[in-house]
């Protein structure tokens, strides 16, 4: 059974106070790792996918990294408008349907 | 990114009643989209599996004759929640597979029930 757990559970930052988020997860053959952002009271949008170790994405202040037991996001200098809930899931190969396991997110505030 | 909606955004039913809930991908064609549920900060609970043409395929412990799924065509699932209860409120979510695989997510239903 593919496992995904997120930490920490609640961060807060000071504007332009960079930090990572971390995602761990086993799973039985990785198809894809998957982070998102959602807004208090919104659907989760879409942020990056990463496919296999070593590889790493970018958009604006943020980076995600993947290793072959867990995945950061690192948000470099953030603003107050990157409060949000980060969410991160991944999908198996042995995934019926393509369905995605989640974490329980992390819930990030930015003060100014 | 993809784009996929969802109608309505807020509900609010008494008891007993059943609420139909829309998720549609404006554009992109989509045969398989997901019906989670979310409950106050925690995270996305996956309810079913829609699957264009054929039956959806339900998580343990989903009732499937409360969340009837109906996925009509390459554009559109809906969700009933049947007989509804003040336990069923909750906030209800599709998600939608592009031709990459990667799934997006609708703005979300809030359904309450009196």
């Known amino acids: 059974e593919d496992q995904v757990t997120q930490s920490p559970e609640a961060l807060r930052l000071q504007e332009g106070e960079s930090s990572s988020l971390n995602c761990s997860y086993t799973?039985?053959?990785?198809?894809?790792l998957f982070w998102y952002r959602q807004d208090p009271g919104k659907g989760p949008e879409f942020l990056f996918t990463?496919?296999?170790a070593g590889e790493e994405k970018e958009k604006e202040r943020l980076k995600a990294t993947l290793t072959k037991k867990e995945s950061f996001l690192h948000i470099t200098a953030p603003k107050p408008e990157d409060s949000a809930t980060y969410l991160c899931a991944v999908q198996g190969t042995k995934a019926a349907g393509n369905k995605l396991t989640f974490g329980g997110g992390t819930r990030v505030l930015v003060k100014p | 990114g993809a784009v996929v909606s969802q109608h309505p955004s807020r509900v609010i039913c008494k008891s007993g009643t059943s609420v139909k809930i829309e998720c549609r991908s404006l554009d992109f064609q989509a045969t398989t989209m997901f019906w989670y549920r979310q409950f106050p900060k925690q995270s996305l609970m996956l309810m079913a599996t829609?699957?264009?043409?054929?039956?959806?395929?339900?998580e343990q412990g989903v009732e499937k004759d409360k969340f009837l799924i109906n996925h009509a065509s390459l554009t559109l699932s809906t969700l009933t929640v049947t007989s509804a209860h003040p336990e069923d409120s909750s906030f209800y979510i599709c998600?939608?597979?592009?031709?990459?695989?990667?799934?997006?997510f609708g703005p979300g239903t809030r359904l309450t029930v009196l």
């Open positions: 998600s939608a597979i592009d031709s990459y695989n990667e799934q997006f």
């Open positions: 829609s699957n264009e043409g054929s039956k959806a395929t339900y």
């Open positions: 990463l496919y296999s």
């Open positions: 799973v039985s053959g990785l198809r894809g």
